[in-house]
């Protein structure tokens, strides 16, 4: 394909994900961001992190202000600083007061830096178990708290690599699907080693977290920098009930909060959530006196600790970054930037529209779908002079039946006796 041709399909794409209002890969790479504040907080934080410090941080604004599109700015840049990047959308599937479920998610959206395919394979691959680096993770997870899964699955891919089966079951392993003890241990005395690993039980809960301690230091291992969790629509959990959402909170500052005890070394993650939230849901839901006191309602050891760390959840949340609204200026090179966009996507030369002053009340996201509605109706009819509507959305923070099932703490053995 000719490097004009190319061109002209990214263009394409752009203006398509522009006019739905979902940012992508084209269209970010196009218009880029005007968050110069968040860009350096990212990079300040990615460079402690790669140094072994803790990171992470909150992003903020109202609806159509641009969310998720700076996401995607800044996987971008992660990718480019040699950095595997996830991005997890929470949703009805991928709740985040969920460990397992989350887990999977971010393995299975891992973007390697350079690379395609499936992240997990391509981290795998790149192990060499002569080197300096994967000595480090086999001692490592002796030595770490671990469970044995995770030393036993090391030494069989290093030691077994001819069985192809078993490599494929230690990688979805490694990916977030159970494993039978008997399986393992079938494995273990083909190589000689059926009496090493002790190999004891372990919630799916406990089990997730190790996993996303495991899978951080491979990538380590495999010679990139960090990885980069990208969570967003965070602000789903105000439809939660109040012990998912206290749960949720206690998550947040596990990702976040850089005093916090569980926190994942080698990790780094931004939260994007709107701007309302604590009025609306943490304020207005009394979350900060009643979340705490529902955790610590089951009489749960674990529910006692994430009474404490949902309350450092909701103190992270106060302090996350605003997204700046946009200038004048900003508002000017985006109409620029869409507009020739749009002239490369259709092969034509859209009419100059005016470009009303910037106002904080109304985000990007309006403008630039309006400009790209207005072109593609008089490319149709040059006569034809639309008359555009907006329409404001509010953020819904009601409780869904939907979300809010299956409030009990996730205990299932994940193994087989």
């Not at 460079?47 to 803790?54: I, K, L, M, N, S």
């Not at 899964?149 to 069989?156: E, I, K, N, S």
């Not at 946009?326 to 090179?333: A, F, G, I, N, P």
Request: charged residues 30%.
């Amino acid at each position: 394909m000719s490097e004009r041709a190319e061109e002209w399909i990214a263009r394409r794409r752009a203006v398509e994900a522009l006019r739905s209002g979902v940012p992508s890969r084209d269209a970010v790479h196009i218009l880029g961001t005007n968050q110069i504040g968040i860009e350096a907080e990212f990079d300040r934080r990615l460079d402690g992190v790669r140094a072994g410090q803790a990171g992470g941080f909150i992003v903020a604004g109202d609806f159509g202000t641009g969310k998720s599109h700076l996401l995607e700015h800044l996987q971008h840049r992660a990718l480019a600083r040699n950095a595997v990047t996830s991005k997890i959308v929470i949703s009805k599937e991928t709740t985040l007061h969920d460990p397992p479920r989350v887990y999977r998610s971010a393995v299975d959206a891992a973007i390697l830096p350079g690379r395609t395919g499936s992240a997990l394979t391509e981290v795998a691959t790149q192990l060499l178990f002569d080197k300096p680096a994967c000595n480090d993770v086999r001692e490592w997870t002796r030595t770490a708290g671990l469970n044995d899964r995770f030393a036993a699955t090391l030494y069989l891919l290093e030691n077994a690599r001819a069985d192809a089966e078993l490599i494929d079951r230690i990688l979805r392993f490694w990916g977030g699907e159970p494993i039978a003890v008997s399986e393992l241990r079938k494995a273990l005395k083909a190589v000689g080693e059926g009496a090493t690993y002790t190999l004891p039980r372990i919630t799916a809960r406990d089990l997730a977290l190790q996993r996303f301690r495991f899978f951080a230091r491979l990538i380590r291992a495999a010679g990139f920098q960090a990885w980069v969790l990208l969570f967003d629509e965070v602000e789903l959990i105000g439809r939660y009930s109040l012990l998912q959402r206290a749960r949720s909170y206690a998550e947040i500052a596990r990702w976040v909060d850089p005093s916090d005890a569980e926190r994942i070394p080698c990790v780094m993650a931004v939260l994007a959530l709107t701007d309302d939230f604590d009025a609306a849901v943490i304020e207005a839901k009394n979350d900060r006196e009643l979340a705490p006191a529902r955790l610590l309602a089951t009489g749960k050891p674990e529910d006692e600790v994430a009474a404490s760390r949902a309350e450092r959840g909701m103190s992270v949340i106060d302090h996350r970054l605003r997204i700046e609204p946009q200038s004048q200026e900003s508002l000017k090179t985006a109409y620029r930037c869409v507009r020739n966009m749009h002239a490369a996507a259709y092969d034509w030369n859209p009419p100059d529209l005016e470009v009303t002053k910037a106002s904080t009340a109304r985000p990007m996201r309006q403008y630039v779908r309006s400009w790209i509605n207005e072109w593609d109706l008089r490319r149709l009819d040059p006569a034809y002079r639309p008359e555009i509507g907006v329409e404001t959305i509010a953020m819904n923070y009601t409780e869904d039946p939907d979300l809010t099932s299956g409030d009990a703490l996730e205990t299932d053995i994940t193994d087989e006796v």
